[in-house]
């Protein structure tokens, strides 16, 4: 009778564990199961420590640790455990822990070396059986399958989030154990072709700023154009160096204090340029700011035309300077936008492309004031020298900075394009892999639900 109860148990707990033909998000090959996530771990929600000290021990791994699937040990902080035992919190190689809530709900880190250390009251640890594939686990934590189930988890609540008993009942594809090396191996090569392409691409990314000041560097220099100097018998001497304002009709800055307040702004009406739209050679139209016309009229004086140049006195890491766009017609430059009108005699992109250059950078970056929001004032950006070849060289620079700046941009945009289309390949590798489809699959494996029998037992 006794035989027959555990028996009768065994087979209760397998048919919890398999997820019914119903609800199974897709077929997998025949010696694969669909299983719940909890019938091949164990489970444990982390320590809230009470103090983080230097010389403390042990460290304390919070999800803010984990950046880009890895975790430097050397800055996770350490903790004063009291009361606690230890033992119950201390993390293990292979373990994998997930962030329960916040905006970082289903992030997950597959745990290596340790070293000593428990993990926050936010993270769940995971741990599983011998017979589970812990490489193979991580990676499932990071396909589209996974994530549609955390979203459906977390459907309906205010703060995402998703408790241990949800998280373990999430649907899972157990292939047997020799597959699972298999895929993980297979995943692995995959990944580190497109781990190079990424490189590549990004690399391209990261250095097109160095690329366009150099270019930028080459124009205001004279390199740009020497060839064409020669062949108009034109000498670099021509170029003469003059402040910024010599070659404006008007320089001026917009409405401060009480004259335009956040009370002022209305859903539609005369346009407001303000700093969000300032970038380096282009605006940003993302967020847009009205006043009425009769708010408008009483703050006239400071309009801003397309053919302006508008220009932020806050100086970071480049200038933020950009033309007023044609669309918009019209609109007041905000406190903080100076608003350039440059002279008819003078060609208005030539200034545009010098202004954003690390010349002028370097010249306003001397003369910063102000601690926490470093910015220069109208008086000293009105004294940029600006050096300014004949109006024809003017042009012909403009043309060519048109150009090769429009390719490094163009380079720059199918490298990201790239970026987005490795993520996109990366996750159909995974949707394969967790279909049985990477042709790895060997049919005559030990069926996976043998496996899940052994793990139940």
Request: hydrophobic fraction near 40%; include cysteine.
């Amino acid at each position: 009778m006794a035989k027959k109860n555990m028996a009768a148990s065994a087979g209760d707990r397998l048919a919890a564990a398999l997820v019914p033909a119903e609800e199974q998000p897709y077929q997998v090959p025949e010696n694969w199961c669909w299983c719940r996530f909890g019938s091949l771990a164990s489970n444990q929600y982390g320590y809230t420590a009470k103090a983080v000290e230097d010389n403390a021990w042990p460290k304390i791994l919070r999800i803010t640790d984990i950046q880009d699937g890895c975790v430097d040990w050397e800055t996770v902080p350490n903790c004063v455990i009291e009361g606690a035992d230890l033992e119950k919190y201390l993390l293990r190689d292979n373990d994998i822990v997930i962030a329960r809530i916040g905006a970082t709900t289903g992030k997950s880190f597959l745990v290596r070396n340790p070293e000593n250390a428990v993990f926050a009251s936010y993270l769940i640890r995971i741990r599983f059986a011998d017979n589970l594939l812990p490489e193979y686990v991580y990676l499932f934590l990071q396909s589209d399958i996974y994530w549609a189930q955390i979203s459906e988890l977390s459907a309906g609540i205010a703060l995402p989030g998703v408790n241990s008993s949800k998280l373990l009942t999430m649907m899972f594809p157990l292939p047997p154990l020799a597959e699972q090396h298999r895929i993980v191996a297979r995943i692995t090569s995959l990944f580190a072709e497109l781990d190079v392409a990424k490189e590549e691409a990004q690399a391209i990314i990261d250095d097109y700023e160095d690329r366009k000041t150099a270019i930028l560097h080459r124009a205001f220099t004279g390199e740009l154009t020497e060839e064409w100097r020669k062949e108009n018998k034109i000498l670099l001497e021509s170029w003469n160096t003059t402040p910024l304002i010599n070659l404006c009709t008007r320089i001026f800055d917009g409405p401060f204090g009480s004259n335009l307040k956040s009370d002022d702004y209305v859903k539609s009406g005369i346009r407001v340029v303000r700093l969000e739209n300032l970038k380096n050679l282009w605006f940003d139209d993302s967020k847009q700011s009205f006043v009425t016309e009769e708010k408008y009229n009483s703050i006239a004086a400071h309009t801003v035309f397309p053919s302006d140049l508008i220009m932020s006195t806050f100086i970071a890491d480049e200038i933020k300077v950009c033309q007023m766009p044609e669309y918009i017609g019209y609109a007041v430059n905000k406190a903080d936008c100076i608003g350039i009108r440059v002279a008819d005699s003078v060609d208005k992109l030539f200034v545009l492309y010098y202004l954003s250059s690390k010349q002028t950078f370097n010249f306003l970056f001397n003369q910063l004031h102000g601690a926490t929001r470093p910015r220069v004032n109208t008086k000293q950006i009105k004294a940029i020298p600006v050096p300014l070849p004949t109006l024809a060289e003017q042009h012909e620079i403009v043309r060519r900075l048109d150009s090769l700046l429009s390719q490094e941009t163009a380079t720059k945009e199918a490298a990201e394009e790239t970026i987005t289309q490795i993520a996109t390949l990366r996750q159909s590798i995974l949707a394969r892999a967790f279909r049985g489809e990477l042709g790895t699959n060997d049919p005559t494996d030990e069926p996976a639900i043998e496996l899940l029998k052994r793990t139940l037992l």
